[in-house]
């Protein structure tokens, strides 16, 4: 062989090295599909069950994501970086770790995640909107949306690109603990609220491929949840039994989802609860069949935080057998959160002895790789700091702000016809400001808020709803503020009229389940004690209608604030008529606990005050314009909700 041959001969042996040597996964210009599916042959099984896996902050370090190839970080609610709670310390948490998954074999970026569930509610100094109970009383599906891309912006800043929200569950029965996570009892509100996913992920940019997340630095994966039928369960009672016919199913509880997908959305959450007996964590049929293959989810499905554990009685009871139940069922991510070992090995343990088939395990990784690819992560896995001035900055605020206003539902206003005491006098002479929520910040954010249960006090930044009177009225109007007044002490003072604001202490999940729905805290007896002595206004501060006819009477006027979160002068704007009235009742407010569970639409309706209820300023107490009034936005929602459920039902 000639020299000539011989370079010919190495030209051509690099040339074929050379291809056969691209990695096609890496190469932003390739379709996402062949991108995923390059990667996908080149990973072996603990790569594969690494992906599977999400751990928590807490128990994660450099060797554990960098040795077991795991998939995705979390933080539950409260757990924060060691560094402290600031957008930074975030950031270089989020770094470190992604940077750890950067430098395995294949460089597959890990996907952190966090419950962003009325804005940013894990970081001080985030904004903090109204929780959904609120919002969906807004009927404001453009609002909505607004919040979501504030809340990714947010999210963006402590370079986080995962949320666990929103939360699309039809809550029927106020007795349950994650009723204000609901935007309302009504199928259509819901549905037509799911526009904050739009916010949240971007405008779906190709709805043909089946999956249109949009790659924008600037937003965030969403997560619809808890699928199905969590705000269902017998008595109200937190991951309990839903009891419903699969019709029912559909068309109360999982309507919501249809247009979820429809959007876009990137990843599903499975619900701790069961359908008929059967818990939602192991149960093939809703999550493989329907929402895989009816409805055409083509993200990855999540389990909640050890919601597998739960498929076993007592939880965890035989681990192996969840771990097998559950990805069977058709679950691609598993919420593990701590015993990640025990999880690892236990699922690689059921493949090798075939209890679980390779093609199961490569639909789970092939959905979890679509969304990071989707997602840019591969392009962009780290942390862009110049997002950090979005962290509850003032436009961001200014939108809270307007969500409180909206939020905001007038029940009674005036003892009298054609006396109503709002809108209040800003200079006025005198102002008694009573009440345990009056001019307390975490109270008023409620769970869900810095920590897992929120807490009390000033727990983060923002205005009470006594600092926003204050900063309302005229500099001469003296205010006088006492959490727990005494019987006498309203008469003392020689005010003009008085704001009272009581309600719920915060609470999330399980711990706020309760069966008799009073107000708590000394509430009552505050409101007795001023309203009988003086005008009074009554603002009611908590996640779901209470027990409030009994003290109606003593009542010269009536506020449902819900959870209005971090921006309290939504309220004064409202109550001293700088804005109208514009909320409206998107749960039914019962007159006892006896009544429920009791929703629009039921033969027997008997409310205090019915659905869709809600006054504007000075308008009489007359129901019958409001249930007028409560027909037309119920039209509204079916639009709002079929019109989208037939166009996606055509497409599938």
Same mark, same amino acid.
């Given at each position: ?186 199928? =259509? ?19 043909? *491929? ?16 808890? /699928? ?64 895989? &293959? ?24 035989? &681990?192996? /057998? ?60 780290? *942390? ?31 003892? =009298? ?71 006498? /002490? ?13 309600? =719920? ?43 409030? =006819? ?54 027997? &309706? ?22 007028? /009034? ?23």
């Amino acid at each position: 062989m000639g020299k000539g041959s011989c370079v010919t001969l190495l030209l051509f042996i690099g040339l074929v090295s050379s291809v056969y040597s691209y990695d096609l996964y890496k190469d932003p210009s390739q379709d996402v599909e062949a991108r995923v599916q390059d990667l996908l042959s080149r990973m072996t099984l603990a790569e594969k069950v690494g992906q599977m896996t999400q751990i928590e902050r807490g128990v994660s370090n450099n060797s554990v994501v960098k040795d077991l190839f795991i998939g995705s970080v979390l933080s539950g609610g409260g757990s924060v970086p060691d560094a402290g709670n600031t957008a930074e310390a975030w950031q270089d948490l989020v770094d470190r770790l992604q940077n750890d998954a950067l430098s395995t074999r294949l460089g597959i970026p890990m996907i952190y995640g966090i419950d962003a569930v009325h804005g940013h509610n894990n970081v001080f100094g985030a904004t903090i909107f109204p929780h959904n109970v609120g919002l969906g009383c807004t009927r404001d599906p453009d609002l909505v949306k607004r919040i979501g891309v504030a809340t990714a912006l947010e999210v963006r800043a402590t370079g986080i690109p995962y949320v666990f929200a929103p939360c699309i569950a039809t809550c029927r029965d106020p007795r349950w603990g994650r009723c204000y996570e609901s935007y309302s009892e009504s199928t =259509e509100v819901v549905t037509s609220l799911t526009d904050i996913i739009l916010g949240l992920q971007g405008e779906p940019a190709n709805k043909t *491929a089946g999956f249109p997340f949009v790659a924008d630095s600037s937003k965030v994966a969403a997560c619809a949840k808890h /699928f199905v039928g969590d705000g269902g369960t017998t008595n109200g009672i937190n991951e309990n039994n839903t009891v419903i016919d699969y019709k029912g199913l559909v068309d109360i509880h999982m309507a919501p989802y249809f247009d979820s997908i429809a959007k876009g959305v990137s990843t599903v959450m499975i619900s701790y609860t069961s359908w008929n007996g059967m818990k939602m964590h192991a149960n093939k049929f809703l999550v493989t069949q329907v929402l895989k &293959y009816n409805l055409k989810f083509k993200g990855f499905v999540i389990s909640d935080w050890e919601g597998i554990d739960r498929i076993t009685s007592p939880a965890g009871a035989n &681990y192996t /057998f969840s771990i097998e139940s559950s990805i069977n069922a058709g679950l691609d991510m598993i919420m593990v959160p701590n015993n990640y070992p025990q999880f690892i090995n236990g699922l690689t343990d059921l493949v090798k002895g075939g209890y679980i088939n390779m093609h199961r395990i490569d639909d789970a990784v092939t959905r979890i790789l679509r969304v990071k690819f989707a997602m840019g992560l591969f392009e962009k896995p780290l *942390a862009d700091r110049s997002y950090s001035k979005h962290l509850g900055s003032e436009e961001h605020r200014s939108l809270a702000r307007e969500a409180v206003r909206k939020s905001l539902v007038l029940l009674k206003n005036g003892k =009298e016809a054609g006396k109503p005491l709002l809108p209040l006098s800003k200079t006025a002479a005198k102002i008694i400001v009573a009440g345990s929520h009056a001019n307390d910040l975490g109270r008023q954010c409620g769970g869900w808020t810095i920590t897992w249960q929120g807490g009390n006090g000033t727990t983060t930044k923002g205005t009470t709803i006594l600092d926003a009177i204050k900063g309302a009225v005229s500099p001469t109007t003296q205010i006088v503020y006492e959490p727990y007044p005494q019987p006498g /002490f309203a008469q003392s003072q020689g005010a003009d009229f008085a704001i009272v604001v009581v309600g =719920e202490p915060p609470y999330a999940e399980t711990f706020g389940d309760n069966l008799n729905l009073t107000i708590p805290e000394a509430g009552i007896p505050t409101i007795q004690n001023v309203c009988g002595e003086v005008r009074c206004l009554v603002i009611l501060v908590s996640g779901r209608p209470l027990v409030v =006819e009994p003290y109606l009477p003593v009542m010269d006027a009536f506020v449902a604030a819900w959870l209005p979160g971090s921006e309290g002068a939504g309220v004064s704007d409202v109550i001293f008529g700088d804005y109208d009235f514009v909320g409206t009742l998107a749960r039914t407010w019962f007159k006892s606990v006896d009544q429920l569970p009791m929703n629009v639409g039921d033969e027997k &309706y008997d409310p205090l005050f019915p659905f869709g209820y809600g006054l504007k300023m000075g308008t009489p107490n007359s129901s019958g314009g409001s249930i007028n /009034f409560m027909r037309r936005w119920r039209l509204l929602d079916i639009s709002c909700w079929a019109v989208p459920l037939i166009i996606h039902m055509l497409k599938l």
